[in-house]
């Protein structure tokens, strides 16, 4: 069987009429990834903007988050002159904030002194406010000044600085996303690449699914990528090969079935039209000719319906004990008569002791009576047939050998196929229907046991089966 690697083809696939599904796939995949992408980092924008602005929402953060230049210039101030005198000549003196000019200056604020009074009024000592007590605003925030841990005055921000907080905000999420981009167009790249790596394999699954839904068997994927795509391919290429195996079979099948029927038909056709045209007379004889082709088309068919059931586990097995010895002993008892016009030797050996089998009497006795029958007919005359019984690793094995020319090797696993002769030139008398073997097989796997079929090394074919023994 020859194996095809398939490639999706968009031209080919919009020539027979099925849809492209590479495209499809790379596109919404792309389209998830890009949605992915842009939801992480505008979820992560709000966080960090809803997270910023509760920070600086906080009064007491925001006075820690403004007064980082702004304490550190006036306590310094305290410290080094030990008072407040002359303080507001620092407040004409250039102070931004190293975050962003965007912070309040000195000139943007009040100074009190410890019990209170305005020293400052936003970088003027000339103000009415100077010198009394400051009386606070609603809105105001106060942040305490300390000198070694002595409170030395304090710091007033008017609530008008609140204004500052958006360009806070924005300054702070700006370098964020800056930093973001990189992390962001490598993740984007490397999603690509992945998404390639897991699509191409993918839609080559998908594409040769169609075609086998399409009707094109032989249709099979080439494997590549992860480990589990490659897995899933070789398992998409197993079931073709048995939907093709299955398919030609079945061909192979319905082909021999009909071959098989129309020869016994002919033969009653034929054998009825000469006697109503008055060739034949309607005498025993000829009417026992075409009784005997009814026997054999019912026989066919019965043994269709038997190898049918057998397949698909719905023939019932009446399970029990069984002495596979007596009943070897029983079915070539049957068979010598046969064995003698042959001339043929016909020997059993089974031996002593041997533990039931848990099997259907009635469906043994069927499968030996195949067995035995295939041996005897195709043995020459004056051949030797011989059959064993014998307990081995635990199950009871049957086998039949024979001195005849046995089969070739490329022949030999094919002897249980249905319909199969060894010479597809030998007639019905001589080689039956080809069914028999096939039943056997699948009469024996059904109770649990294993059949095989083998050339002996002196010459002949030896077949037989396995069932696994019963013990108490």
Known sequence: MESKNLKPNTKQDMKHGAPSSTLPI???????????????IILSGIFMFILTGLFLGRTSNI????????????????????????VDTIFTQEAISPISKALPSLEDVLLLDKGGYVLVDHGSIETPLVGTVYQGVRGDVKQVLQVRTQP???????????????????GVLRPIGLLSLLPAILVLIIGMLLTRRMVSPLSDVIAAAQS???????????????DDLRALSDSFNHMADTLEQNDRERREMLADIAHELRTPLTVIRGRLEGVLDGVYNADEAHIAQVLEETYLLERLVDDLRLLTLTESRQLHFDLQPVDLGELAEQAVSLFEAEASEHNITLTLAAESGLPPINAD??????????????????????GRVEVRVANVASAVEFTIADNGPGLSEADLPHIYDRFWRGERSRTRSAGGAGLGLTIARQLVEAQNGSIFARNQPEGGLLVGFRIPAKYD
Request: proline share 5%; glycine share 10%; aromatic share 12%.
């Open 63 to 86: 006075v820690r988050f403004f007064g980082s230049p702004l304490f550190s210039s006036l306590e310094t101030y305290y410290l080094v002159h030990g008072n407040w005198n002359g």
């Open 361 to 382: 009497p009635q469906r043994m006795e069927q499968v030996i009576g195949n067995l035995l029958s295939n041996a005897v007919r195709y043995v020459p005359d004056g």
């Open 26 to 40: 790379k596109r919404r995949l792309f389209t998830m990834l890009m949605i992915t992408l842009g939801t992480v």
């Open 212 to 226: 086998v839904a399409a009707g094109d068997l032989s249709a099979r994927v080439q494997l590549r990528g992860p």
């Open 152 to 170: 030395v005055g304090a710091v007033v921000l008017g609530k008008n600085d609140y204004r500052h907080t958006w360009p806070i905000i924005f």
